[in-house]
């Protein structure tokens, strides 16, 4: 059929002696949008790079890759520099990496447009003020001047987006383009790569590991797992059916909404009043003292055995205000503990409340010291608060412990690294667990983790909940975890806390938001 | 109907302004610097032990007071402090004090342009062959070119100078008779050649190594390997790639700048050339106050304003630093 522009025929990607892609086959049609999907290290990126020759040092490939009748591995550079950009164009991960900060934006999309599609200088920029616009970024003028750093990540991934369609290529490979963005910036770019796509008639292969997200606009699907493709189809039919038990595991479906619950039952577990955090930020000697409060003035009551959602896009102050929450960052204003007063605590008299207030971060794989083992690991707190236990007694409590967080207890005397993202969070989780803590602040515990595991993992902290009577702070910028783990929500922007209530009412607020 | 005058003057754009004002503050900055090291140079010298006018012969008492009054010496030091900053706020760099009947300026003003001759020499050298040398080893980074820069940099660095400096002399000098041993002979190039050659060779190294590690980083990042999934030429993508990596090179400049063109003792000893960097040590060694202030001033304003302008430079490369 003339209609396949893309053949891959199985295609091989080795570094050394692993294999990351393993035969890999597909047709792109003209006009059609091909999802790959996996989680991360599956090879569908490998697989996207080397269609234009862009693989890493060290990577050798095999197999075929055929565009239009014309085979682009190992394809001589001439030929590849041809289809690079004007043909088959590409955008990337993370939007302000991938534009050069030394140089405006404007000019980084005008310099293709004058070295690939041929206008002239003048026409060039004229151009890519218009290219600007396409993409949704107002006053394309005073933007075009802008660099990279003067941008937000949605804005950056628009020009990147200018960039990719400024020669009218007739593939776009789109790599995990909002995985860096906040959701509701992904929402819109989503938005703006369809519309661009039916306008301009371009294939496009998406390549992402949220088979929910694409599944919406993708013809078809294909899900990749450990270099090799596991299902494909029609994405409606993937979508609805799937065949393959690891697609149905992408699919999973997060814990139903949290039903409401009454707050004036539950006693006051600790609340804050005021609470402003400043950095310093060093300037020269006679630069001038910059001062930025990533925390500023925010009030608010826990109550126990309940979930406060603290939502915000990155930046936005929500890790601090949790670290402030517990005193582990200095902060100034009122902070009251089981209806004591904190304010006045230093780091000694802070230590024996320290097994009350525990903290779960976001990245599990920096979290955990690699030179200790698990046991010692869930353990280390207890050598501190509970220094009368012996060593038997401890390792009782560490089996404990990681059976309720659905660990292998034989396990423990292994080390983090033999250990997988999702079964690290569930380490550190034990780790706050056998402190018998009362207020623990999970800051993003799921956002590194792939969907299937963390749907498990928000159902064990809803079930630790259940069972302990815990207090959570969930830090997140997912409203579908939110809707699931939350009895109330806080929404803060640069700082403060712009709006606040129960889940319910407030999430139909946020998503009038989100579609505005 | 008439159109509306054009403005004389245009208005300065935002990045002019900001940098201006990036630019002035490193200046407010740099004076404090140099105060302090003025400050700083002058007390420890008084501190040391001994006095210009010591020798191995004790002079006569009344002669060593009349001299000391002659300059200044006898004063109380806060006093000598303000009268020599008073001096130096006016230009005066004041008397030498071993080198009699010359005046620090004077001597200056003879050493100076040697010293900054061969430096500028010997930078502008290390600057081509050490890009040059180091875009060889990035670009074909697994090639023989590349070992070889590779083991020539190690070799440069590692060797001292009074080691380069003999063997030059040996080679080129004494062997071959191609160029004259040492001497400065009102500058003819053949005397220059060598100890340009001394200076330059390491710092050409270090150049070289600082710009194949960076712009090996540089050719890495993502948003080099944008412009090559957008086929630009090469040269583009080069081009693009070698400002980002030129940045730790010129944070390096700066430094080097001033060390080159403040004479280097060792080079200037070993090839018997009457330059800045001999006056040091005999200054130093001889208690010549004011000819060490005097010295140390210039190393110090170098330093500053090589920094300065690395600062500024620094700004027109990289917009962030600009914006901070």
């Known amino acids: ?516 | 109907m008439t159109l509306p005058p054009r403005p004389l003057v245009t208005k300065p754009s935002k990045e002019a302004l900001l940098m201006l004002r990036h630019s002035l503050a490193r200046l407010a900055a740099s004076a404090a610097t140099l105060f302090a090291v003025v400050a700083i140079t002058f007390f420890l010298m008084h501190l040391a032990p001994g006095g210009p006018f010591d020798t191995e012969r004790a002079i006569d008492p009344r002669t060593l007071q009349h001299l000391k009054v002659l300059y200044g010496l006898d004063r109380p030091l806060p006093q000598q402090f303000g009268l020599y900053l008073w001096g130096l706020l006016h230009g005066d760099l004041g008397p030498s004090l071993r080198w009699r009947d010359f005046s620090v300026a004077e001597l200056f003003a003879r050493a100076l342009p040697v010293s900054l001759t061969l430096g500028i020499e010997a930078l502008v050298v290390a600057l081509i062959g050490g890009i040059g040398l180091g875009l060889i080893a990035a670009v074909r980074r697994h090639g023989l070119a590349a070992r070889a820069v590779g083991a020539f940099a190690l070799l440069a660095i590692a060797v001292p100078n009074f080691v380069i400096a003999p063997l030059l002399q040996l080679v080129f000098g004494l062997s071959l008779r191609a160029l004259p041993v040492g001497g400065w002979n009102e500058g003819a190039w053949q005397n220059q050649v060598l100890p340009v050659a001394t200076l330059a060779v390491p710092q050409m190294a270090v150049i070289a190594r600082l710009l194949a590690a960076s712009l090996g980083d540089v050719l890495g990042t993502p948003s080099i390997r944008t412009l090559r999934a957008f086929g630009l030429p090469a040269r583009t993508v080069y081009a693009h790639a070698m400002r980002g990596a030129f940045l730790p090179v010129l944070s390096y400049l700066g430094p080097m700048a001033a060390n080159l063109l403040t004479g280097s003792v060792v080079v200037e000893t070993v090839f018997g050339i009457p330059g800045i960097g001999r006056y040091f040590v005999t200054a130093a060694l001889g208690r010549d106050y004011t000819l060490v202030l005097g010295t140390v001033i210039i190393v110090a304003c170098l330093v500053i304003l090589f920094n300065l302008l690395v600062d500024v430079l620094y700004g027109w490369f990289d917009p962030r630093v600009r914006h901070e």
């Not at chain 1, 010692?376 to 012996?390: K, M």
Request: glycine share 8%.
């Open chain 1, 1 to 516: 059929m003339s209609d396949i522009l893309l053949a891959l025929r199985d295609l091989r990607i080795s570094f050394g002696g692993h294999e990351a892609v393993k035969g890999l086959s597909f047709d792109l049609a003209r006009g059609e949008t091909l999802a790959l999907i996996g989680e991360s290290g599956s090879g569908k990126s490998l697989a996207m790079l080397s269609v234009l020759g862009l693989l890493p040092e060290g990577a050798a490939a095999t197999g075929s890759i055929s565009f239009q009748g014309a085979e682009l591995l190992h394809a001589p550079a001439k030929l590849l520099d041809a289809i690079r950009g004007r043909r088959i164009a590409m955008i990337f991960q993370e939007p302000m990496s991938a534009l050069d900060p030394l140089f405006p934006v404007g000019r980084q999309i005008a310099d293709i447009l004058h070295l690939r599609a041929g206008l002239s200088r003048r026409a060039a920029k004229a151009r890519s003020r218009e290219l600007i616009e396409l993409v949704g970024i107002d006053a394309p003028a005073r933007r075009w001047h802008a660099y990279p750093h003067e941008l937000s990540g949605g804005q950056c991934q628009r020009i990147a987006i200018a960039m990719a369609i400024a020669c009218d290529p007739e593939i776009l490979i789109a790599d995990e383009p909002t995985t860096a963005l906040d959701v509701t910036v992904a929402a819109r770019i989503l938005e703006l790569l369809a519309e661009l796509k039916s306008r301009l008639g371009m294939a496009m292969i998406f390549i992402s590991h949220d088979l929910a997200l694409v599944g919406k606009f993708a013809d078809s699907v294909h899900v990749m797992r450990r270099g090799e493709i596991v299902e494909s189809g029609a994405a409606a039919q993937i979508l609805t059916s799937p065949a393959h038990d690891y697609t149905r595991e992408l699919l999973a479906a997060l814990p139903p909404a949290r039903k409401k619950r009454a707050a004036q039952d539950q006693p006051v577990l600790l609340e804050a009043e005021h609470i402003t955090v400043t950095y310093r930020l060093r300037g020269g000697l006679f630069a001038g003292k910059h001062e930025i409060k990533a925390v500023d003035d925010v009030s608010l009551v826990l109550h126990q055995g309940r979930t406060l959602g603290l939502l915000g896009e990155s930046g936005s102050g929500k890790s601090t205000l949790g670290r402030a929450l517990l005193k582990l960052v200095p902060a100034s204003g009122f902070i009251s503990f089981e209806g004591r007063d904190l304010s006045a605590f230093d780091r000694a008299a802070m230590r024996p409340l320290r097994r009350s207030l525990q903290l779960v971060f976001q990245n599990p794989y920096g979290a955990l010291s690699p030179r200790m083992n698990v046991c010692e690991i869930v353990t280390e707190g207890l050598r501190i608060h509970a220094p009368h236990l012996s060593g038997k007694e401890r390792d009782a409590r560490a089996v404990e412990a990681l059976g309720e967080v659905g660990l292998d207890p034989a396990a423990r005397f292994r080390y983090p690294a033999e250990f997988s993202g999702g079964q690290r969070q569930r380490i550190a989780i034990a780790r706050a667990m056998i402190l018998k803590p009362k207020l623990v602040v999970l800051d993003e515990p799921t956002s590194a983790l792939d969907r299937a595991i963390a749907v498990d993992l928000l159902k064990l902290l809803l079930a630790l909940q259940a069972a302990h009577d815990l207090t959570y702070v969930f830090i997140t910028h997912d409203l579908a975890i939110v809707r699931a783990m939350a009895d109330e929500i806080a929404v803060m922007k640069a700082g403060r806390i712009v709006a606040q209530g129960a889940t319910e009412t407030m999430l139909d607020g946020l998503s009038c938001l989100m579609s505005q």
